[in-house]
């Protein structure tokens, strides 16, 4: 069972213009939430997060929004940059008390295409 | 600087002919793991290691093994290498505690023939 899904395989945008992509979760018993950001021939490197008290946090173009309810969270861009174009990951840590050790859940990852 | 090397970046074997992954961090990170990824599944844990000698087995342990003789070090062992194991394998660290930010090492593509 897909604990954390992003339906969106990839997403095309033109640059300047907004780009969001999403990530649906299952379990309630996570509480922080990680966006990451992968480059072809590269490791994953850590974007922005949002623990599971919040529902917004920003970090200069990017914005994740949670919503805990939909158990739907969303990173926005903007503006979009053509230097954005890669594969972006959300990633769940469930917590302590459910007997997580740190470990993150990925979903299947987002490409993003940002056009000039 | 700070960082989680991997070793080999590329490499293609034959079924059955036993291989390690190095993976290497200079964070002085207690907290190891290995991911794989796969088309369609995004990034799956292997094996975790919370500290030296200490192991355990994450979602798809099935056919790896790991050791943790040093903290600094966490290779990847396949046994004996089957084509299901082509894939793209990241070596992962983090600091104490229940920290969240991973670092990821650059990755190594296996292909098993």
């Known amino acids: 069972d897909q604990q954390v899904k992003q339906n969106s395989p990839s997403l095309s945008v033109q640059e300047g213009r907004i780009s969001i992509l999403n990530c649906d979760y299952t379990n309630s018993m996570f509480d922080y939430f990680l966006w990451y950001k992968k480059y072809p021939a590269e490791g994953p490197t850590f974007l922005i997060s949002?623990?599971?008290?919040?529902d917004k946090n920003e970090d200069g173009r990017f914005t994740v929004f949670l919503n805990k309810s939909a158990k739907h969270l969303s990173l926005h861009i903007v503006p979009s940059q053509p230097g954005d174009s890669a594969v972006y990951f959300c990633?769940?840590?469930?917590?302590?008390?459910?007997?997580?050790?740190?470990?993150?859940?990925f979903g299947q990852g987002t490409t993003l295409q940002v056009k000039p | 600087e700070a960082q989680v090397t991997q070793n080999p970046r590329y490499l293609i074997t034959v079924t059955g002919k036993k291989l390690t992954v190095t993976c290497s961090q200079n964070?002085?990170?207690?907290?190891m793991s290995w991911y794989r990824q796969d088309p369609g599944l995004g990034l799956r844990q292997i094996y975790y290691s919370m500290n030296v000698e200490v192991t355990d087995k994450g979602d798809v342990p099935e056919g790896y093994k790991v050791s943790r003789k040093e903290k600094r070090n966490f290779p990847l062992i396949l046994e004996s290498p089957s084509p299901n194991q082509t894939s793209l394998y990241f070596c992962a660290s983090r600091g104490t505690g229940y920290s969240y930010e991973q670092y990821f090492g650059p990755g190594t593509r296996l292909t098993v023939t």
């Open positions: 949002i623990s599971s008290i919040k």
């Open positions: 964070m002085n990170h207690e907290y």
């Open positions: 990633a769940a840590r469930g917590t302590l008390f459910s007997g997580n050790t740190g470990k993150l859940i």
